[in-house]
């Protein structure tokens, strides 16, 4: 990953930290929401991993948010 994506993908795994928080969910149940390990969310969360679309979408619906919203960088 060029650093130019690592950026987007900091920011992606920071907006999808904060919205898991707000809905006071931890790493382990939005894994087990989504079906994926823990381990998975936390290398998402911290850009360790590169998530799929699907994943984006699921993580996007189980939070209750539009999934444009994971790509709003302030």
């Known amino acids: 990953m060029n ?6 993908m900091v920011q992606i ?3 999808i930290l904060y919205y898991r928080k707000a809905c006071g969910m931890t790493q382990q149940e939005l894994a ?5 390990s823990k381990n ?6 911290t850009a360790c991993a590169v998530p799929s679309v699907a994943l ?12 444009h919203k994971l790509f709003e960088f302030k």
């Not at 998975?40 to 969360?45: A, D």
């Not at 984006?56 to 999934?67: H, R, Y």
């Open 13 to 15: 795994g920071l907006n």
């Open 32 to 36: 087990e929401r989504l079906h994926y």
């Open 40 to 45: 998975h969310v936390q290398q998402v969360e």
């Open 3 to 8: 650093r130019k994506h690592r950026q987007v």
């Open 56 to 67: 984006l979408l699921d993580v996007a619906e189980t939070l209750g948010i539009p999934p």
